[in-house]
């Protein structure tokens, strides 16, 4: 499945970004789908994930309360609604596919399918 991550951009401290994943080649269904941050100099790191069949929802604990996963079947997307944004948000939004079991839900090397990235930035 090809990904593509849209809806990056620059936000003031408090704002809101809604970002979008769209699949392409075939659905999503069957896979996890997992968003992942990158900022300059730091590690990948997790956000937050969803199982396409049962929409079991994961977080990670700076993502809880402010960020919202969610899907839609129809337009065979997943959106992370995010809210209160603070600049130490500003990273790089990497959407991914991939089949990983619970316990690996937050390993970027559980996916095996990327998008190609998109920049948020929040000013302070």
């Known amino acids: 499945v090809q990904l593509q991550a849209s809806g990056g951009g620059l936000v003031q401290a408090g704002g809101s970004l809604r970002l979008s994943c769209a699949a392409s080649?075939?659905?999503?269904?069957?896979?996890?789908i997992g968003w992942f941050r990158q900022a300059p100099g730091k590690e990948r790191e997790f956000v937050s994930a969803?199982?396409?069949?049962?929409?079991?929802?994961y977080y990670s604990e700076f993502a809880k309360g402010r960020f919202i996963i969610s899907k839609d079947n129809a337009k065979n997307t997943v959106d992370l609604q995010m809210n209160t944004l603070k600049p130490e948000d500003t990273a790089v939004y990497y959407c991914a596919a991939g089949h990983p079991i619970m316990s690996t839900i937050r390993r970027s090397d559980a996916y095996n399918n990327w998008g190609q990235g998109t920049q948020v930035t929040v000013s302070s």
């Open positions: 969803i199982r396409w069949s049962g929409g079991n929802i």
């Open positions: 080649g075939r659905t999503f269904s069957g896979y996890s």
